[in-house]
């Protein structure tokens, strides 16, 4: 009996320390701060132009490359960016950039927050490129990356790069592997706030052959919805001619994947001849013919394999009778999210097996608009001048969304992908015990 009650007294104080500490974790761990992490704007290389769709004239930016790192007001919808990249306080909101060279060629991106890894599936080293790899770091510390490379031929060595704190660097195409006519870029953030983005510009002497940026993949993936491809006929003579599209893929890892492509079309949903059950070769960029046969509409793509891959289909376009080309890239599937594109007035695609999703639009003068959308395979929607935001407020499993823009210079595609997700992060809490000895 008298060994009994200690043993009692132990076994209740060790429980009373228990639950003592077990509420104490739970008080200690039950406080989060949440907030969207400030998104990078891609810079603005030599003969450019540079427009920046913003939430709001107060959305406050920095631009990189500066002693300053106070952010301002930029006091516009549409910010007109100079050479450097600039980082942009959206909260939540992803910018669209509309970058192009006048009269010779558009291309569109959205502006992103940090990535640790991006996959770029198009451009050229060979003679005929111009084009840019542009690695920005927004942070206050030298950053690390390293860039993997695959041409039709395999893989190439990987560059490691060092990029100062505050600064940028932008990186000729046709220097990480000269003479390659099909390039995936693949870039991979050791250390820093490192965001990166691509140029593919070509031209031959002083014959320019087009432009377009290319929007990064954030992994390799054994399905991949492209939804945004333009689809081009060319009245010669009295004949109609497509224009035509090429499908880049890589099967990165060392197993051969074995692909098929449905195509969304307004026509309903089909596999073109031999692309089901395609073998593509692990480790080598393969490039294979697509053509669906569709009169000039718009058109997307699901490729299924059984290893992960990336890809993006190249097209040749006409935007207002000015002849460019275009990649389309992988999208996401669609979320909750919000896109500024004051100045665009793009063109939505959506796809999926039934596409179902509602929007909101914001105009310039305050006024607002639902519009639902409902569609077999595929659906689209043109967004009119004087949206300042499109709001994606409800989406159906399975749907995926690009915009795509014409213009005067060219053709200009995004992925409806948000730049920058709300994050958590536990909040410090006092504790009087740090103060006693």
Known sequence: ???????????????????????????????????????????????LTSAISLPSSKSQIRSTGTKSLSFIPAQTLRYMQKKAPIILESQGATPVVWQIRK?????STICSSLQTEQWFV??????????KLILVNSGLSAAIVDIEVWNEIGAQPTKAITIKANSYLEIGVDSLSPGSQSLVIKTITRAGRVTSYMIDERG??????GGDIVNFAPKASKEVFIPAIPHTVRKVGSKSVELPHTLRILAPGEIDARITVSVYSTDGSFIPAGLEGKVIKSGSVATLDLNPNLPASKFGIKISSDEPIVASVFSQTI???????????AAAELTQSNFSVAGLAPQLIFIGAKVKAELVLLFNNGKRKTVRINGEDIAAVKIPDGVRSISITGA????YGAGLVATKSGYGYFPLTAGSVLTKSSVPMSNIRVLTP
């Open 319 to 329: 935007s207002e009778g000015k002849s460019d080309f275009i990649w389309s890239t």
């Open 204 to 209: 031959r002497g002083l014959r320019a052959l």
């Open 122 to 131: 198009g451009g050229a080293a060979d003679v005929t490129s111009k084009g």
């Open 396 to 399: 159906g499993k399975g749907i």
């Open 103 to 107: 009269g010779v060629w558009a291309g």
């Open 1 to 47: 009996m008298k060994i009994r009650r200690p043993l009692a007294l132990a076994s209740g104080l060790a429980l009373v320390l228990a639950l003592s500490n077990a509420a104490d974790v739970a008080v200690s761990n039950g406080k989060f701060s949440s907030n969207y992490p400030a998104v990078v704007c891609p810079s603005t290389p030599n003969g």
